[in-house]
């Protein structure tokens, strides 16, 4: 599984290649396949195998004219597309190496080139301009083989240039870049490991695009899996960590639900698609270095449950938890923990061969009266939103899972939060977007959002409160 947060815990590590070649840092940025949507391609060198190292050369496949298009947003800054010849580079000074190249550079500090283009593709056909923006996937050119190129390719790579004099004219090198020091590892959104492999295919797509920083909240809803990693990394990289996680099925696609919040110096790991055991080691391990959960989430996968887990290393309450248990084990421990002065802070529910099963965290903390049902049908957790409000309770958590054919509801209401409180269940996923939208005009934070498959449709319950 991934490690979500690395960014947000140690920064950008260090990646040997090998034990003559110098250090190369992963990019800061996040960048996408640079190829027009749905293009196959093949990597034939990696950023360890590539000669030097740290760039990456990959070409289309099935045959046509490949379009390559930008990896991420930026401003064109060198557009050089004049030369037609492929060349034997070897023992060549760079002022003889004439490549065509497109340069973008992007708001992290990080710059992309795109190398061997089609003569006039750049500049004539694309259109480019020097100081143009361009949004990630713009087209910059057509895949070709000029200058110093073995066969038609496209050679990537992500650079940080000296404040002057940092491009070469000819070939458009990296200036004072021995050892590939001002070279990054790309990091690709939507692929294994975020990482261009020697040999692999992939397929090219759009992917979630950069996140703006300084909101009180980012939150997404409905992410289809392959997306909600980039998303996480994308926040990530904007100052944010995740402070919910919801997975649910709709014809069987697993979606998530994502709530940010700015993260501060806490350090923190977040992990999902867990199998049963691959989360009660991830469990162990981190629990094991001071973090303490604060969500867990259990959710179908096909026949199968996955999970999902936030840690925090913030010095909170104490917890417990535990994953997968029957209705009777559940209530079991329910019973002891609250009767030892734990509250329950998470109830997810799965079904497992027709009968539920409960992945729950629960907080020794004080949540003054309270209550938790897990299983109230729309009807019924209607009625119960009305009851408890009544009583001063206000809706805490909220989880939404399907058995017997039916959607139910687990929720947590407790007299401490203070503010304003607003709920909705049965939301599309546009009423659900005009009710976040309204809630953040009022000052509200989202506290919780669920998923949950109506037909082949997807239906929202939130929270939102002061």
């Not at 190249?101 to 795109?114: L, M, S």
């Not at 996937?137 to 083989?145: A, I, M, S």
Request: proline share 4%; glycine share 12%; charged share 25%.
């Amino acid at each position: 599984m991934f490690n979500a947060s690395r960014i947000a815990l140690s920064g950008a590590a260090l990646l040997l290649l090998g034990a003559n070649a110098s250090a190369i840092e992963p990019s800061k940025g996040l960048y996408r396949i640079p190829y027009a949507n749905d293009t196959e391609i093949r990597v034939g060198g990696d950023h360890i195998d590539h000669s030097p190292p740290g760039r990456i050369d990959m070409n289309g496949r099935g045959g046509g004219t490949y379009r390559i298009v930008a990896a991420a947003d930026g401003f064109v800054r060198h557009v050089v597309d004049g030369f037609d010849d492929r060349l034997d580079c070897k023992g060549k000074p760079v002022s003889e190496q004439k490549n065509n190249y497109v340069w973008i550079e992007h708001a992290n500090g990080e710059w992309t080139k795109y190398t061997h283009m089609r003569k006039g593709s750049s500049s004539g056909k694309a259109g480019l301009r020097k100081n143009q923006f361009v949004s990630a996937g713009t087209y910059l050119g057509d895949e070709g083989e000029v200058g110093c190129a073995s066969g038609p390719h496209l050679h990537f790579e992500v650079g940080v240039p000296k404040a002057s004099d940092g491009i070469t004219a000819t070939g458009g090198f990296l200036s004072d870049n021995d050892g590939s020091k001002r070279n990054r590892i790309p990091r690709i959104c939507g692929i294994d490991d975020g990482r261009f492999k020697t040999g692999k295919t992939y397929t090219a797509r759009t992917v979630p695009g950069v996140v703006e920083p300084g909101g009180k909240e980012y939150a997404r809803h409905g992410i289809p899996a392959r997306d909600y990693q980039c998303v996480v990394e994308q926040a990530a990289l904007a100052g944010y960590a995740p402070e919910w996680i919801d997975g649910f099925s709709v014809g069987g696609d697993v979606r998530y639900n994502a709530i940010f919040r700015p993260a501060g110096n806490t350090a923190w790991q977040a992990f999902h698609g867990l199998s049963a055991a691959q989360y009660q080691q991830r469990f162990d391990e981190f629990t094991g270095k001071g973090f303490r959960p604060t969500l867990v989430e259990s959710y179908k996968h096909g026949d199968d449950v996955r999970y999902a887990v936030i840690f925090r290393k913030d010095g909170g309450p104490q917890t417990r938890a535990y994953h997968g248990l029957s209705a009777n084990e559940h209530q079991q421990r329910f019973d002891d923990w609250t009767a030892a002065g734990f509250r329950p802070r998470n109830i997810a529910v799965s079904a497992v061969n027709g009968q539920p099963r409960y992945t729950a965290l629960y907080e020794k903390t004080d949540y003054g009266n309270w209550s938790a049902k897990s299983r109230l049908s729309p009807d019924a957790y209607q009625q119960a939103v009305t009851e408890n409000d009544a009583k001063g309770l206000k809706l805490i958590y909220l989880n939404a899972y399907g058995l017997d054919g039916k959607v139910w509801f687990s929720a947590i209401w407790s007299a401490k939060p203070a503010g304003a409180i607003k709920a909705r269940h049965g939301l599309s996923a546009q009423q659900y977007q005009s009710e976040w939208n309204s809630a953040g005009r009022s000052g509200f934070l989202t506290r919780a959002v669920t998923g949950y498959a109506a037909g082949n449709d997807a239906r929202y319950a939130a929270i939102w409160r002061k």
